[in-house]
């Protein structure tokens, strides 16, 4: 992508590095930690979590939210603004494309008069602390609803193109756009809907309502990069799909367990992503979106 001298936003934060240590403050940080690792990786992702854990020293048995939660939180912000931005190239980067969001949803959100009101895009080294608990590497980007806040260690980029064979400054734009496309969902309300969805219903049918708002976010960074059509060069839509394909559920799950469990997946498959993101590139608008989420 070309942003050459293009802003960077002033909605980051940095934070320095911290354990799990504490998840005080909210009475049920800890909780909110795996509901939050369970909508996003399934149970998978929650045995990864308490394994982390046991190996770090803490008690697994304290995540539940019965145990005794301790302390304030072990990871503290070091920096706030677009100085943060500065510090390394990733996070520059970052912060152009958090920036790009801002201005293109701002455009989108004031042609259906209303007023877009940024996230904040929160930089942390390993792990660190938000408002649905620990922040840990392991478990990738995320966004909280409960502080409207993304979390991001830039690390995972070079995960991203080692690991999952998905390089490129688009294929990092994408995540971030990902992410900002669940704020826009809790903006919008339909983080809400989903959510009460949700409850109470069976383990299956759960996930196959978070593949949507899924499904919906990537659709959304879709709709970013189509209103970004100045910036983007020759090989970035196909860095974006390299991307989509490569953290499918499908795929993923194929790679690390050698079956495919279709009522487990969280994200969709790699073939919806891509034919997310396309849609949304498509339509350029928040409408080609709609469907995903419309009749919940």
Request: proline fraction near 4%; charged fraction near 20%.
């Amino acid at each position: 992508m070309r942003f050459g001298g293009r802003r960077e936003s002033d909605n980051v934060e940095s934070q320095s590095g911290g354990g799990f240590g504490g998840f005080g403050g909210g009475g049920g940080g800890a909780a909110m930690l795996l509901g939050l690792v369970f909508s996003r990786f399934g149970i998978g992702g929650v045995v990864v979590v308490l394994a982390l854990m046991f190996f770090l020293g803490g008690n697994p048995l304290g995540l539940t939210g019965g145990g005794e939660e301790t302390g304030a939180p072990s990871a503290s912000v070091e920096g706030r603004g677009a100085s943060v931005c500065s510090t390394d190239p990733k996070r520059h980067f970052s912060c152009q494309v958090l920036a790009s969001t801002e201005d293109r949803w701002t455009e989108l959100f004031r042609a259906q008069g209303s007023t877009y009101a940024p996230p904040t895009l929160v930089f942390y080294p390993g792990s660190g602390q938000s408002g649905c608990g620990a922040a840990q590497s392991a478990m990738g980007p995320f966004y909280c609803p409960s502080d409207r806040r993304i979390y991001l260690d830039t690390s995972f980029f070079d995960e991203l193109s080692r690991r999952y064979g998905a390089p490129g400054d688009f294929a990092q734009a994408y995540v971030v756009a990902h992410e900002v496309g669940h704020h826009v969902q809790t903006l919008t309300g339909i983080e809400e809907r989903v959510r009460r969805a949700q409850d109470g219903v069976s383990e299956a049918r759960s996930n196959a309502i978070q593949v949507r708002m899924e499904l919906q976010a990537d659709c959304y960074a879709g709709v970013w990069a189509a209103r970004e059509q100045n910036a983007l060069e020759p090989g970035d839509i196909e860095e974006g799909m390299r991307a989509a394909a490569a953290i499918g559920d499908d795929t993923l799950q194929r790679a690390s367990q050698g079956v495919v469990v279709p009522e487990s997946f969280t994200h969709g498959t790699s073939a919806q992503r891509q034919e997310a993101l396309m849609r949304g590139y498509r339509g350029g608008t928040a409408q080609a979106c709609a469907s995903y989420t419309a009749d919940l």
